[in-house]
């Protein structure tokens, strides 16, 4: 069953559907396809057959998937712009709007506007060396670099197009110009079927150019309006099928971009919009010309699922909602979607007055057994910090309410965050027991050193969530020795990584007015809040990622969910610091913040 992951409260989540808009019509360029193993023609059409060579345009998308290169028909805009540096003999198309290409464009580079002129100067395009195309953000030359490859062009897309990509690469200035290029004068051989099918193709533009569909494609918001209207439509995801596991849109199947593409259609429908996604919108949208081609009415989602390098574009970087097959990665997710006004945590003196009223709750104390057996809070059940927790996690009652403690809060705000991931309504100690509990006046009354156990009744946890849990505690061993042991970093070790320039991301979980009046240098911004995880689209998972709040116990609960989601991040010792928490903290130490 799918869970629903609440990354915006606001949006409601789509339970169940089959797919998108079937009102309207296919585009004049949708060709019928043969009978193939991917595919079924039509019984009221009859396929545009090539008098040459048998083959249909639809026998040509297939072909473009089964001899899909590792290239996947791309090249990074590095490589390119490094081409055109070393003067690579080349074809450069520009496929923006007339004006945008005037402002400035690759040296050498041909303007066919997007739209019809494509398919006017098809036999223009040479076949006898590389092609290379480029659009705004990469998307519609996914649709384009299929369809010339279809007519037997060699050509790739750059990645990112223009405004993502190319003007992106250092030293792109030295190879811009605004003389005007225009294509020679030879031609080449291109087949009437497929010519016929690019005329169809691009001449369908114009049909749909008011439509939510328009250069088939559809907005993120489009898609968002066409789920909450429960739409008739169907969601074809191209990702892979381990990050498809991990988040997709709710309702989406699955169909991994490869050479066996067109091979596992089966189950897509002829007779439905089909909107398909990947990543930023490039791969997507060369199945979409690939699929439109082979008789579907398919569009692609304007900048796909979303990630760092297409922002804001793209589904995740609207903050709109997905759904994952793991039970874990959910309720990381979920965590941060519901957190509730008291931010997983209770005030100190709260707590020991609930202590001393007796209240029915259960009490977990994660300090060592040693500190455990010296003085703890009456009826308190020692799990020391690591394994146990976790050992331990379906003898935790979800039945009441359950308070944690550490030494200073900061190991609690992880366990907090696992517990309450795991079913269980837990809540940390503010400032643990040496900052807060121990300096509560009437705290000796409730304090003794009988050694409490678990009982003998159990709780279901998932097994999923249970064994990330595991895994999550397991991992503390390796790093016991190293500077990120028990997932943190001290104040002097952090400093050394900024004064070394390491390459790390430093994330501020504090509030934003707080963040503007000092930070630590090179720290991003992302508040604690519901949206947190959310926001979370420009932290890269192939770095270190240090998070630091205010004394650390925020930040504590941050990095247990992150590092559910693949994210290796630790919290720092103390935080930006506070007075409560001295001498530990970032300032309590002497170190400085800076403001932009």
Not at 475 to 504: Q, V
Not at 509 to 535: E, Q
Not at 540 to 562: E, L
Request: include cysteine; glycine fraction near 10%.
């Amino acid at each position: 069953m799918k869970k629903p992951i609440a990354l915006l409260l606001v949006l409601v989540l789509v339970l169940s559907f089959a797919g998108c808009s079937s009102s309207t019509p296919a585009p004049s360029g949708g060709m019928v396809v043969s009978e193939s193993p991917s595919a079924t023609a039509s019984e009221s059409t009859t396929p545009a057959t090539s008098e040459a060579t048998g083959m249909t345009a639809a026998d040509a998308a297939i072909a473009y998937f089964h001899n899909l290169p590792d290239n996947s028909y791309k090249i990074p805009q590095k490589d390119f712009i490094a081409k055109v540096v070393t003067g690579d003999k080349m074809t450069v198309l520009d496929i923006r709007g007339a004006a945008d290409y005037e402002k400035g464009h690759v040296k050498g580079a041909i303007n066919v506007p997007w739209g019809p002129a494509i398919a006017e100067n098809l036999n223009k395009i040479p076949q006898d060396q590389e092609v290379f195309i480029y659009c705004y953000t990469g998307q519609t030359a996914g649709q384009a670099v299929m369809t010339l490859n279809a007519a037997g062009i060699n050509a790739r897309s750059v990645n990112l197009g223009w405004n993502l990509g190319i003007s992106k690469v250092e030293g792109l200035d030295a190879v811009t110009e605004t003389t005007a290029n225009a294509l020679g004068t030879d031609t080449y051989p291109v087949d009437t079927t497929m010519q016929q099918a690019l005329t169809d193709y691009y001449g369908g533009l114009a049909a749909i150019k008011d439509s939510p569909f328009a250069n088939y494609k559809i907005s993120e918001d489009g898609l968002l309006a066409m789920m909450d209207a429960k739409d008739d439509f169907y969601l074809l995801s191209v990702r892979s099928a381990k990050d498809f596991a991990l988040a997709h849109i709710d309702g989406a199947k699955n169909v991994p971009f490869g050479k066996d593409f067109v091979d596992n259609l089966g189950d897509v429908p002829k007779d439905k919009k089909v909107v398909v996604y990947c990543y930023t919108g490039q791969t997507a949208g060369q199945a979409t010309a690939a699929l439109r081609l082979m008789g579907y009415d398919a569009v692609s989602l304007n900048g796909g699922m979303g990630m760092t390098s297409n922002a804001p574009m793209g589904w995740m970087n609207k903050g709109y909602p997905v759904v994952s097959d793991n039970a874990a990665i959910n309720a990381a997710y979920l965590y941060f979607a519901n957190l509730p006004d008291n931010m997983y945590k209770i005030p100190q003196k709260d707590f020991v007055d609930k202590v001393v009223a007796g209240d029915d709750m259960f009490i977990l104390d994660i300090r060592s057994a040693a500190d455990y057996e010296k003085g703890h809070v009456k009826g308190a059940v020692n799990a020391p910090w690591g394994p146990a927790i976790a050992e331990n996690l379906s003898k935790i009652p979800q039945n009441k309410e359950v308070f944690l403690y550490c030494y200073t809060g900061q190991t609690a705000g992880q366990a907090v965050a696992t517990l309450n991931m795991a079913g269980i309504n837990a809540r940390s100690v503010n400032l643990g027991w040496n900052l807060g509990i121990s300096k509560v006046e009437g705290v000796a009354a409730v304090t003794d050193m009988t050694a409490n156990a678990f009982g003998t009744e159990t709780s279901p946890v998932d097994a999923e969530i249970q064994d990330a849990v595991t895994a999550y505690y397991a991992g503390l061993a390796e790093l016991k020795e190293t500077n990120y042991a028990n997932y943190k970093i001290s104040e002097d070790n952090l400093k050394a990584m900024i004064d070394a320039g390491d390459d790390f991301y430093l994330l501020s979980v504090r509030s934003a007015d707080d963040y503007a009046k000092g930070h630590i240098k090179g720290a991003v911004n992302v508040p604690f809040s519901k949206d947190t995880l959310k926001n979370l689209m420009g932290v890269p998972k192939d770095k270190k990622v240090v998070v630091y709040c205010y004394t650390g116990q925020t930040a504590g609960q941050t990095v247990a969910a992150m590092r559910m989601l693949g994210y290796d991040a630790v919290s720092l010792n103390g935080g930006a610091g506070m007075a409560s928490n001295a001498p530990s903290g970032w300032t309590n130490k002497g170190y400085e913040l800076v403001t932009d």
